[in-house]
């Protein structure tokens, strides 16, 4: 069975903190995504990557970046965690052969900054 | 550029009752939509896939929908739904080869 798994399913963080997220699927997808999901914006992309160490900026990469030093594993970083980053996040992964490119999801963290 | 839009946020519902939730796409080229679903505390999941041929498609738990390309909408119906179909719905635009747009969502709330 396809699996997309999140290190966290919930995270409470002060402002200023370094945070990781991290993401492992199990699928040998190539692609794979971080997503932030907020109520009635439905999910905005913030970075993605199509390869080991290959990485591209999505819709929204400000304050965030990313690490895929293996195929499987993809994280996602805030620098410097700041209260209007409390959100919910969601990795996903895919494989490039089409044509439906659907994308599998893993159950998201909730992050909290306080 | 490519675009979704969920015309409703929130649709609440009676149980038993039919239910349509609404998509509309803009696109510039070849179409192929998706809806995925958001049970509470869940990633998403995928309902069902427009790829091509019939405008109807049949997805999981009784869910339809219908790709209208003159009216670039591709509706969610259920004829009868239950407590369980509580969730979020997102309706997605593949394109780029490997991207997904989505829309908005729509919270389903099914009342007994």
């Known amino acids: 069975d396809v699996k997309v798994t999140q290190s966290s399913r919930y995270l409470v963080k002060r402002t200023g903190e370094k945070v990781f997220l991290e993401c492992v699927q199990d699928m040998d997808h190539e692609n794979m995504f971080w997503y932030r999901q907020d109520p009635g914006l439905g999910l905005r992309l913030i970075y993605f990557s199509y390869d080991v160490k290959m990485k591209e900026k999505g819709d929204i990469p400000e304050g965030y970046s990313v690490s895929r030093e293996k195929k499987e594993r993809f994280s996602l970083i805030l620098e410097s965690a700041s209260t209007n980053q409390t959100s919910m996040y969601l990795c996903?992964?895919?494989?490039?052969?089409?044509?439906?490119?659907?994308?599998?999801f893993g159950p998201g963290t909730r992050l909290t900054v306080t | 550029a490519q675009s979704v839009t969920q015309l409703d946020s929130q649709v609440p519902v009676f149980e038993e009752a039919p239910v349509e939730l609404r998509c509309n796409y803009s696109?510039?080229?070849?179409?192929?939509l998706f809806w995925y679903v958001q049970y509470p505390n869940q990633g998403l999941q995928l309902l069902l896939k427009y790829l091509s041929g019939s405008t109807l498609v049949k997805g999981i738990n009784g869910f339809e929908a219908e790709f209208n390309k003159s009216q670039t909408s591709f509706h969610l119906r259920k004829p009868s739904v239950h407590i369980s179909d509580t969730a979020e719905y997102f309706c997605a635009l593949p394109h780029a080869g490997n991207m997904l747009t989505f829309g908005g969502g729509t919270r389903l709330m099914v009342k007994p």
């Open positions: 996903a992964s895919s494989s490039p052969q089409g044509p439906t490119y659907e994308q599998y």
């Open positions: 696109s510039s080229v070849s179409v192929y």
